[in-house]
């Protein structure tokens, strides 16, 4: 079985790629460094040639509301009827925990617009939504700070390791598709004033964080649990300090998270 990862050079796609492999699947990482673009279509319809499940865990070069709508709108289009030409048996979306509960957050509904165009999209599909991953972390808090001081509301994230998302994907692929939505989420739910705190300290960086219930998550006011995960989702392991100790132990600390969005 061939497994082509949309986005398998970046943050969740390698760990993706990784997993998949080391399961024994063939798979190929597909980006527009490798000459796969889902939004022009360049290189799609030959990268999709023989592709039994395609993942798609790409994600928009910019966060500004018009571009990640064109985004996520286009390059899933674009996708969706190579895959119908190709004769692909699943298609696998990384989407969010809760993106149909925040619509004041513009990524949030161009990720709900990409899952609409999936379910009707015509090949059987299985949406993942996750929560914010543990490497996210770092950029939550860089894009809450002004002036050196971190401000955050106490509204409760369910972090999760990227690992297990990536775990939670690879049996995605090795199970028919579902034709619906599968939720996959961490073991705790953690106030983003407290998961700022405890990334920060863990990397040293003095900026105080303030518990602001007027502050808001990249533009959009959240709901206390609204981004976390409902009663029948997955839950990866890892617990976040675990994952913190570990990750210092290694010199790659949530700090280095990255993009900044969702
Ligand atoms: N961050 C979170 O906590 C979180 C939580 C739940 C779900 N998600 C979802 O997970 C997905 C991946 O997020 P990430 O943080 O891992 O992303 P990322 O590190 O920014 O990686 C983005 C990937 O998309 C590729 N890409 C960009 N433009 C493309 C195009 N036109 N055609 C094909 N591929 C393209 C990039 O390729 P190049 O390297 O060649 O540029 C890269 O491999 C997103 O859909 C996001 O919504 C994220």
Sequence with gaps: MK??????SGRIGSKVVDELQRR???VVAASPSRGFDAMTGAGVDEGLVGADVVVDVSNSP????????????????????????AG???????????????????YLRAKVAQERLVADGGVPYTIVRATQFFEFLGSIADSATTDGVVRLPSAH???????????????????PPANAIVEVG??????????????????????????????????????????????????????????????RAMGDTA????STTT
């Design 3 to 8: 497994t082509v990862v949309v986005g398998g």
């Design 24 to 26: 024994g699947h063939v």
């Design 62 to 85: 910019s966060f500004e509301a018009e571009a990640v709508l064109r985004f996520f709108e286009t390059s899933t289009g674009n996708l969706l009827a190579a895959e119908r030409r």
């Design 88 to 106: 692909t048996r699943h298609h696998v979306v990384l989407s969010i925990v809760g993106a149909d509960r925040e619509p004041d957050s513009s």
């Design 157 to 175: 994230l369910q972090p999760i390791a990227g690992a297990d998302v990536a775990a939670a994907v690879a049996d995605v692929v090795e199970a």
């Design 186 to 247: 961490g073991p705790e739910a953690i106030g983003l004033d407290e998961l700022a705190r405890r990334v920060l300290a863990v990397a040293g960086d003095p900026r105080p964080v303030i518990t602001d219930e007027t502050a808001t998550y990249f533009g959009a006011h959240i709901g206390e649990m609204s981004l976390t995960p409902g009663p029948g989702a997955r839950t990866g392991p890892t617990r976040l300090d675990d994952w913190l100790i570990l990750s």
């Design 255 to 258: 700090r280095s998270g990255g």
